[in-house]
């Protein structure tokens, strides 16, 4: 069973900084891309940012380009988001996910397994 568990969410001020992590489990980790998703306070789920397996060619989301900074860990089954000068925007419930077999990116329509979020408050 493919389990994702994301943590490290919070009240963080604009301007600072926080990383979030997602374990993960149930799967060969290193063989699959992974992404991080959100969803702010009653807006659609949206695509953040999305690594490769080989953690080449990291892409990024217009929004957080500059700001946020993806990174996995495959030795221990750890997927980051480095989330640099946060704005009240970012106010969100984060999630990551898991891509299907082959693909090195994966959005909102096609992301196969999501884990439980964590709550990110960007506030002054």
């Known amino acids: 069973e493919v389990q994702l568990q994301a943590s490290g969410g919070g009240l963080v001020q604009p301007g600072g900084s926080l990383r979030l992590s997602c374990a993960a489990s149930?799967?060969?980790?290193?063989?699959?891309?992974m992404s991080w998703l959100r969803q702010a306070p009653g807006k659609a789920l949206e695509w953040v940012s999305s690594i490769d397996r080989d953690s080449e060619n990291p892409i990024y989301s217009s929004s957080v380009k500059g700001r946020f900074t993806i990174s996995r860990d495959n030795a221990a089954n750890t997927l980051y988001l480095q989330i640099g000068s946060p704005q009240v925007d970012d106010t969100a419930v984060y999630y990551c996910?898991?891509?299907?077999?082959?693909?090195?990116?994966?959005?909102?329509?096609?992301?196969?397994?999501r884990g439980r979020g964590t709550l990110v408050t960007v506030s002054s």
């Open positions: 149930g799967f060969r980790y290193s063989s699959f891309a």
């Open positions: 996910a898991k891509c299907p077999r082959h693909q090195s990116y994966c959005m909102v329509s096609s992301y196969t397994d």
